[in-house]
């Protein structure tokens, strides 16, 4: 299975963007899927996520009010609204996914760099 992120770019202080992550390469369901992000020196850091048994979206309180996650984890599709963007929220957003196997996020996209800069 491959997930595959999109929608990352360049964006000045204050705007939006969304990043969308699809994924492919057979038939398969997961428990949840969400995002990570990563900065140089820095561990990963867990962003937001949406469960498959009610939907339910659930964020790191340092995007919570700014960022919204939605998507469909029957259709194996989600995405990361993004708002109000700081300079700190520059990073590599990472789409993940909780197979049934391990119930935690195990399987990784290749990131989406966004930058947020002036």
């Known amino acids: 299975v491959q997930l595959v992120e999109s929608g990352g770019g360049l964006v000045q202080p204050g705007g939006s963007l969304r990043l969308a992550c699809a994924a492919s390469?057979?038939?398969?369901?997961?428990?949840?899927m969400g995002w990570y992000r990563q900065t140089p020196g820095r561990n990963r850091e867990f962003v937001g996520g949406?469960?498959?048994?009610?939907?339910?979206?659930y964020y790191a309180h340092y995007v919570k009010g700014r960022f919204t996650v939605s998507g469909d984890t029957v259709k194996n599709i989600v995405y990361l609204q993004m708002n109000n963007l700081e300079p700190q929220d520059t990073a590599v957003y990472y789409c993940?996914?909780?197979?049934?196997?391990?119930?935690?996020?195990?399987?990784w996209g290749q990131g989406t760099q966004v930058t947020v800069s002036s």
């Open positions: 949406i469960t498959s048994t009610d939907a339910t979206a």
């Open positions: 390469g057979g038939v398969f369901s997961f428990n949840a």
């Open positions: 993940v996914a909780a197979s049934p196997e391990s119930g935690a996020y195990d399987i």
